[in-house]
């Protein structure tokens, strides 16, 4: 089901070159990529708000930084699942039980 008749390869996209060389050589060297990326998102969010830019009431915009906030928990919620080793004898259990009833 189609539920757009835009052209896909048309959309906008963010890339590097949209990027000062000082800032790119900055989060280069940073530990904290996600961190300083969200930084300067929230950022640009505020200075649009304050110009006018976002013309949006103050309601929806506190609930788009609450919405970055959950996704950044997220974020970090994702990476200790993938940091935390999975115990060795449960595997080996698991592997025994799988050929166990496997057969």
């Not at 949209?18 to 280069?28: A, M, Q, R, T, V």
């Amino acid at each position: 089901a189609e539920i757009s008749k835009l052209d896909r390869s048309n959309f906008p996209h963010l890339d590097l070159q949209g990027i000062d060389p000082e800032s790119i050589k900055y989060l280069e060297a940073t530990s904290a990529k996600q961190n300083v990326v969200l930084q300067w998102v929230q950022r640009l969010v505020m200075e649009n708000a304050r110009s006018g830019v976002l013309d949006v009431a103050p309601p929806i915009l506190s609930r788009v930084f609450q919405e970055f906030s959950i996704g950044f928990v997220h974020f970090i919620d994702a990476g200790k699942i993938s940091n935390t080793p999975f115990p060795f004898a449960f595997a080996q259990m698991v592997w025994i039980m799988l050929a166990f009833f496997s057969v």
